[in-house]
């Protein structure tokens, strides 16, 4: 099963705009807004039965369907590592922003918290509610709010200690699976505790796919980097591409060497299409190297041609990277009304990922002018709970 997070802050666009960097911050929204398209693509498929995957679970051994099938699930994979480091770079402009308007720490610190908060309640609630699907809903955006309630302490240090933190416990967590991995590929049943921070259990109850120490290290090192943002290296795509480039040779040092930070060692005997499954739960280092080096170019080009953003076709990206806890809660309630309605219409036999397709691009019909609506909405009414939305 593959399931994405999503970002939280929503405030991005306001906040460049004041900073005189507009162009950037809309490129990175427009990004946001790619990886939750993506992210639609593979539910909508899930929701009706059809797999796109291209990742493992626990090192797992991985069934691969045809190329079609695995180019896709190789494209909506890049949602998660996205959404979980864009999450962290949004909170810092967030902060950023309201102390420009002279904020207390005490009211950055409260509207965090209550974002968090509320985060959490949707996902108890409407996304598991109306999740579809052989496997259960595995709360994604409870891992989200907790490692923004993380945040929300550690913000107060230090920036170059919040980064040490985050490395530290980047590697510290890669080093904790490698010792947990015999036990993971024997598929011995997890605690939740266990589950929650370290691994990931379909067993439990709610079910886990994000674990905490897994995750926030991306949150945090979005974080800092999403204070790093005026510097004017930052808006170079020749920056991004020197990061996409070095993510991108990490990622193949690991899968060679296929050891710390790979679980589930690359078998040629697989075929040459597994050099690129890795594992999404728990996630490993190989994972988020090759996913965020790849969004990396991906913004190199948003930076490049920026009026594709601001005036061309991608401004729909844009706005569904300002909305984007809202399409993320209002995708899952839209693809499980198509896909009741396809199951009660006979469909002739076409292959799987046709139908697939098929109702994301339904779906999207309705999400889009949903996601226009609410942004307008929501800037019609600033001091609302939306706000928190």
């Known amino acids: 099963m593959t399931t994405n997070a999503v970002p939280i802050a929503d405030t991005s666009v306001r906040v460049g705009t004041r900073t005189g960097s507009a162009g950037r911050i809309v490129a990175v929204d427009a990004l946001r807004g790619a990886a939750l398209v993506l992210m639609a693509l593979t539910h ?29 699930g190789l494209l909506t994979t890049l949602a998660s590592p996205i959404f979980f480091c864009l999450a962290g770079v949004s909170l810092a402009l967030y902060e950023a922003g309201k102390r420009r308007k002279q904020a207390t720490e005490w009211e950055i610190t409260r509207f965090i918290v209550i974002r968090a908060l509320i985060v959490i309640v949707l996902d108890l609630t409407l996304c598991n509610w109306f999740w ?18 993380v945040l929300a302490g550690l913000r107060h240090l ?35 505790l266990q589950a929650l921070f370290l691994t990931y259990s379909y067993d439990t109850r709610p079910a886990i796919g994000f674990p905490l120490f897994g ?9 800092v980097l999403g204070r ?27 899968r060679l060497i296929g050891s710390y930070g790979d679980l589930g060692r690359f078998d040629a005997a ?18 988020l190297a090759f996913k965020l080096g790849i969004a990396a170019l991906l913004i190199a080009l948003l930076y ?9 076709p991608l401004r729909m990206l844009a706005t569904i990277g300002q909305t984007s806890l809202f399409f993320y809660v209002a995708h899952i309630l839209v693809y499980n009304l198509l896909a009741q309605i396809m199951f009660m219409i006979s469909l ?42």
């Open 44 to 72: 909508a498929a899930f929701f009706i039965g059809v797999g796109m995957q291209a990742e493992s679970y626990g090192g797992q051994p991985v069934f691969l369907q045809s190329g079609a099938y695995v180019v896709s």
């Open 228 to 254: 790093a943002m005026e510097r004017p290296a930052l808006r170079a795509p020749r920056t991004w591409l020197a990061i996409g480039g070095g993510l991108l040779v990490l990622w193949l040092g690991l």
């Open 348 to 389: 002739p036999q076409l292959p799987g990922i046709i139908y697939g397709y098929a109702i994301w691009l339904a779906g999207m019909l309705l999400l889009v002018p949903l996601a226009y609506g609410y942004r307008t909405l929501r800037r019609r009414n600033p001091q609302s709970l939306l706000r928190y939305l």
């Open 132 to 149: 579809l699907g052989k496997t259960p809903y595995v709360h994604v955006l409870t891992t989200m709010g907790l490692a923004m309630i």
């Open 158 to 192: 230090p920036t170059r200690l919040i980064g040490i933190v985050a490395v530290a416990l980047l590697l510290a967590y890669q080093g904790v699976l490698h010792l947990l991995a015999p036990q993971l590929l024997a598929g011995e049943q997890q605690s939740l």
């Open 215 to 223: 995750w926030a290290p991306v949150v945090l090192l979005g974080f």
């Open 270 to 287: 697989q075929g040459w299409m597994h050099f690129f499954v890795m594992s999404k739960a728990p996630p490993s280092l190989s994972y």
């Open 304 to 312: 490049a041609q920026s009026h594709w953003v601001s005036e061309g």
